[in-house]
């Protein structure tokens, strides 16, 4: 792992590890977009508790605020993290996407991922996406088409 980051941060990598890296990226991204939605539900549960706070005594309301105001300020730190982490990544897509050497390819990587997305939501039919999954270039030959 160190040896690969140091590739990256000198500009050596192969094309297959730049393009394995791009992979990485993109699974790290959907890993985040889980944990964003994940953190949003968590709001949402906590805004609805607050929100059904107005038949409570008193001093069980402070004691459900105070609590939530807890959970406010460590949502914030992990709802930021994620955001920089995601920002982090989209930059380091964009800049594979733009490279010379994998760019053509990292673009067909999404491409294909936007037909498997179409497909599995029924808006692109099973052979129309058989036929741009085999007719794509492969990742560890950037001359086949």
Partial sequence: MIIMNLKKFLGIQSTQEKVEDYRKLKGQLANLETLGQELSDKFSIQKSVIDGVDGLPEEKKSEVFEKYRGFLKEHQKEVSSAVNERNKILKSLEAYRNDPDVGDICKGIDAL?????????GKLSKQVYFCLLYTSPSPRDSTSS
Avoid: K, L, P, S
């Fill in 113 to 121: 991922e936007q037909a498997e997305e179409a497909y599995r939501g």
